[in-house]
């Protein structure tokens, strides 16, 4: 088998496969115990934290006449991270309702214990009785095994001068990643329960100074290297189970977002044989974006966002020859920024936050072209990446200190990712970000929505030197979810919008979520307070 081939890396992959650590847990709350229930009659368990796992419920049993059990019981099941999903609401979203952990069962020998055999992500389990039977149940006890692929005797304590919030922060994130951990790093235990790249890339950050499983990585960008589509371009997501399989959808900052994972996996482990394996992957999209930049085939000029229309005044840094300078083929004015993700706010102008990720990722493609002494890739990817940064220049506007697109909108991303391309020297950073939070203080500028996106907004912070306000961030932002009560971080947060979500409901979103268990990041490399 060919070392570089999709079948090696799979065979890899699958032989990184890791065990599940189990553990039993009892509820610490259950409203309706003691009581006899049928006819529609319920219970509410609360787990009293997160947890991932199969639930098994026994009963006990009463019929007036005091035979034993004459039909089926009938049991519905309602799992819920946060106490809101058991909410009944009207669901009219796009994403199947399916995704919602419901489940109804027929349980023939009531007084035999029942185990579910789905496994599910919940804090709270409400449990109903609907059917009118002639006998009643009452509750006889109940236990979740909780699986997690994460080590928790792994986890080094905070110094003791720690504030109790910051504290609180890091065990709600260190719990998020824990419980995303599963045989892959999943997005979110409830939903997707899948691997996605953005996500990865963020969990492995925080996983190296957190729980440490490297081999964990290392068979996640196996499984994207090994399932990539037919240009080259690795899946935005990986379904590990039922099926192996990529997911059709291909997102440029993904598919860049290999490369950093791949470069941090190296810093952490310095094991050279997979970076040596895997380059031909991350080199590879480099490559493929940047062709998507330049290609006829997504090229159209009425369409294009053109970035120097609108920002070619005098003040700008901006010059056609700068755009040129480096090119080493046809250079086209624009990515395809709508091929990016960079965050679920639906206003976001994303051509700056695009750009950035495709320095940032193209600079730490040549790193590891560097350690590789693969001076050819090395001079190739200069090339890519001169025009980029020539692009990102001509974004700055002198008069508000602020990276501005050609539509004019002012945003919070546009100034996180351009300061995180590295392109501007540190006093400009510091400008830019300081005049973001400025704006951010009650002032008119477009805001990320998820905690995937205020994490770049983070470490643009730390990048201009600004860390008192990176951690004052976490400690409003995260910690505004630990004040209302999160066991873990959700998917999408907007502090005073409980409502908002890109699925049309909040029922649907998730609550423990990959994305967003960077505070542990922070936290533990800044050693922050
Ligand atoms: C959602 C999930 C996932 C994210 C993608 C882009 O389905 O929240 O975590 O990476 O969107």
Redesign the pocket.
Known sequence: MRENSGAHYLEKALSLKPLLNKKTVRPVKVTGEGEWLRDGGSLLLDFGTHLVGRITLALDCRRDDDLSPDSPLLVEFKFAEVLSELEERPYSGGMSRSWFQHETVHIDNPLEAFTLPRRYAFRYAKITFTANTSYSVRYAGCTVTAVTSADEAAIAPLPPQTSSLVRKIDETAVRTLRDCMQEVFE??PKR?RRL?L??LYLQARTNYYTFGNNDLVKRCLYLFAGLPHPDGLVSSAVFHEPVLRGQAWILHDYALFFIGTLADYYRATKDVETLRELWPVALRQAEAVAGSVHSDEYFHEDESIHADEDVHGGEDVHTDEDVHANADTRVAEYLPADRY?IDWCPSLDKTIPAEGVFIMMLKEASELAGILKRSKDAQRLAGIVGPGIARMRGYFRVESGLLVPASGQVSVLSQAFGVLSGVFDKATSRVIMKNTLALMDGGDIVRPVTPFAMHFLAEALVAADLRRDALKLIKDYWGGMVKEGADCFY?VYVPGNPDASPYGSPLMN?YC?A?SCTPAYFIRKYGFK
């Open positions: 997005d979110g997707d996605w953005g996500d993700f998917e998730s979520h994305w």
